[in-house]
Nanobody, 126 residues
């Protein structure tokens, strides 16, 4: 069973930059696409970004794309999500997810994804 562990969250100030990490433990990380989702208090989970297994294809939520950079280092079994110019409304639990199909991690519903991390809290103070 693949396991995903997010890190890098915390309390930051509005306008700061934060880089989240998603460490994959299991076989063949390079075969898995990775998605990032978030859930704010009282709101539905929403899609943030996705990256293909080799890293050549990237997707971003339209309203966030100017402030996001998704990347991965397959040698380190780790994916990253960098967020710039953070706003109070970015406050949420951020989850990474992995699946062998890019379409599944890029689906805003996220209902068919094989593996999820436990989430990392990001709190943006204004």
């Amino acid at each position: 069973q693949e396991q995903l562990i997010e890190s890098g969250g915390g309390l930051v100030q509005a306008g700061d930059t934060l880089k989240l990490s998603c460490k994959f433990s299991g076989r063949a990380f390079s075969l898995y696409a990775v998605g990032w989702f978030r859930q704010a208090p009282g709101k539905e989970r929403e899609f943030v970004s996705a990256i293909s297994a080799a890293g050549g294809t990237k997707y971003y939520e339209d309203s966030l794309k100017d402030r996001l950079t998704v990347s991965r280092d397959n040698a380190k079994n780790t994916a990253y999500l960098q967020m710039e110019s953070l706003k109070a409304e970015d406050t949420a639990v951020y989850y990474c997810a992995a699946d062998r199909r890019l379409a599944n991690v890029a689906d805003p519903d996220g209902n068919d994804i094989e593996s999820w991390g436990q989430g990392t809290q990001v709190t943006v103070s204004s």
